[in-house]
Structure formats: C-alpha cells, structure tokens
C-alpha cells in the first residue's frame, strides 16, 4: 500500500541521530512516509502507544516555538488550533493539499481525517498536542479501520482550563458585538442627558423611541456585518446564525428603527439627516473597518453622531443648532473611549488579521505605534472627561473624584498593555477593563448633566 510521503523535520524530531534517511536531509524535503513509519512502529512495540502520543505533543510544542506569536493568538481557541492543523500544518507535513479535511465539529469536540501511513498513535498525539497549544485539554483517539485503508480517522475532545475562560468570554462577546450594542445604548442615553441639561423634563416617547431606535440600527448593523463577513475559522470556528436568521435579524433591527425615525422626524426633520448617517454608517462599518478606519468611526459614531442624533430628536425644534455645538465637547471623551473598545479588539487580531488580508488600523500602524495610539485615545478621553466634570459649576465632588479616578484606570490599562501587546490571551482582562472605563465615563457624564 502506498503510504505517501512525511516532511524530513519529523524524522529528525522523532528519532533523531545518524544513520536514518532525514539525518543530512534538509527538514523541508519529502521523503516516503515508510521511512518514518516503520522505525515509530518498533518504538511503539518497544515503549507503547503512549511513547507516540508524546512524541506528536512534543513535535506541536517545537512547532509553536517558531510561530510563537500565532500561537498566542489561539490561547482560549481550541477549535482555531485545530482548524489550523487541518488546514495548513498536516497538509505542509505530508506534502499533500488535501492530507486531512473535517468529518465533522461540534462543540467541544470534532472528528478529522488524517492521511494515513503513520502510526495511528502518533497521528492522535499531534491533533492532542496542537489543540493544547490553545490551552485546552484533549483527549484524541485514533478510530479503528482496515490496515489497507488510506486515512485515518481521530476523534478529538476538548475541556477549556479556567484560566483559559475569561479570554474566551471576551472572544465571544466581540463576535456577538455585545460592547457595540453597549456603545449605542450610552451613545444615545448622553444625547437624551444633553437634552435634559440644555431643556429640562423631555417627552417620555420621544426618550424610550431614541434609546429603541439607536438599539435596534445596532442590531440590525451586527447582523448586516455578519452576512458580509467571512467566518474566522470555517465550521470550526464560532457558532453563526444562518443567513435566513441574519437577514431576520437585519429587518427587525432597520424596519422598526426607520418607523421610530420617521416618528421623531415629523415635526423635526433635521433628525432624518442623522438618521440617514447613522444608517449608512452602520451599513458601511464593515467596509470602513476593514480599510483602517474601525476605531476612528467607532469613536464618532458613537460620539457625536449617536449623542447629538438623539439631542435634536428628543428636542424638535427647541434649539439654537448652532449655540449648541459646545455640547459636543461631552460627547467626545465617551466616543474616544468606544473607539478605545474596538482598537484593543483589532490589536488582539492583528496578526490573524494581517494573515488574512485584513487591513485594519492596527495592521497599518507600525508596531511602535500600537501603543501610542491606546494612549492617544484613553488619556486625552479621561482627562478631557475631568476638566469638563471640574468646570460643570456646581459640580458635585464625587463626580469629579470619579472623573480622576478614571484617568488612573486608563494608565492602568496603558501599562498593563504595554507589557503584552502581542499576547492576545494576556489582553483579554484589558479588553474587558476597556468596556468597564467606556460604562463608567457614560455614567460620569451622564449623571454630570442631569445632577440638579
């Protein structure tokens, strides 16, 4: 039976020393997979299955020893390792494009077909040793077959370790955009407190059809970016809706957000000028994003846009347009701060990003400037928060000691990400602290505007 061929690197791992055919071999060249297999199928009488099984946990360890920031980057990602195995490891080490494909996924846990030729242990200790690299446990198992048969077939299962959980948790949220739903949410609340503190008491509707609307543009916008996004890791990768429900999702997000539009915009026509700019904003975020500009439109999206969307639509016709324009200066440090969120998120994909031709902002900069550019949106954001919180007269003291303390959060954040900018596992509680100072300056200002 023809047993294909095996990359010279693993003979030399596995067996290394003089007198076998990878020895002067350079580790890049093919070589027949029988001149492998039949040396690890004596060592696998001599020492047992298990002798196998460490040799492919320990060939997964050297692998990650060269491609050490990839790997920081499937921490928390048992099924990302894994589909990178299938897709480009194992094919790269038998020399074939279609050495192994996916029978079959679920969560937490999958079955692959492995081209054969190898010792079935071995085979179960590479997939065991590649998904540990995410920081999961696996357990893989080579299932029966004919010795005649061409591939092998290994069930692997896997258990997250609680250290693990928490950068999980922040992928998780990112893919289901919970922070961008969070982000609109206060976006529009500063824009009703805008209107409170220029007006007074506010038409309870118009305030419940504002906070509605600007939830659900953002519901129908995740879903919009769903349909025209490429999923991180083919069927491997996080559970999607399907297309039927996204597009389900589109028109419950946009259809009630256009009614409650045209609602607040009938004796106020200015708001559809918003409403049309923040629809076509959230309809090209993904197109933005992808060009560079994600955090930058995040910050005035989120910003001005939404906040003084919602002022003119809660106040029809009651304001001085351009009198009030000062009021965007309290829209600023809530809208750097959203941009702040989606800048940590870009700097923890970065490298898969680059990989795959995503052209985000954080790929543009160069690596130096990735922490520069955290810095120019969280201190400038805290600080300007403070000085208007200082200048509100009368402004009550534990509104300005909230404002300080979060200044000293944001050079917490800073020199906790400065220490592992390339380590996505190490900034998730960053990530999770970004969505924390983006809530607690909303509060600050919020309740700055309103206080009596």
Known sequence: MERGHVRAVLGRHALPGPGHAWSDADPTRLLDAWVLDDPLQELQRASGESRLRELGHDYAVLWARTFRTLVRHLRGRPERALSLFVAEVYPFL????????????????????????????????????FVNLSGAEAQATALPAPLDAPATLVQVAWRLRPAERLSRFVQQAALLRLPLLSCALLGALLGVALAFHLAGPLEPWRVAAVLAGAVAVQVGSNAWHDLHARHPAGILGAPRLGRPALWRLVWA?????????????????????????????????????GAGWGPVLAGLTYGPLLAEGALHAVLPGALDHVGHLAAVLWTLPVGALAAAILYLDDLADRPLDQAGGHRTLLVRLPQAGHWLGLASLLLPATGLLAALVALAAPGPLALLVASLVLVLAAVAILLRVRGHLDDPHALSPDRVAAVALHLAASAVTILALVHP
């Open 253 to 289: 997000g946009y259809l009630p957000a256009a009614i409650l539009g045209v609602a607040l915009a009938w004796n106020n026509v200015v708001v559809l000028l918003f409403a049309f700019a923040g629809v076509a904003v959230s309809v090209l975020f993904a197109r933005f994003r």
């Open 94 to 129: 038998r020399g074939d494009r279609l050495a192994a494909r996916l029978e079959e996924a679920r969560p937490g846990a999958a079955r692959v077909s492995l081209a054969g030729g190898l010792p079935p242990a071995y085979l179960a200790g590479l997939v065991e040793g």
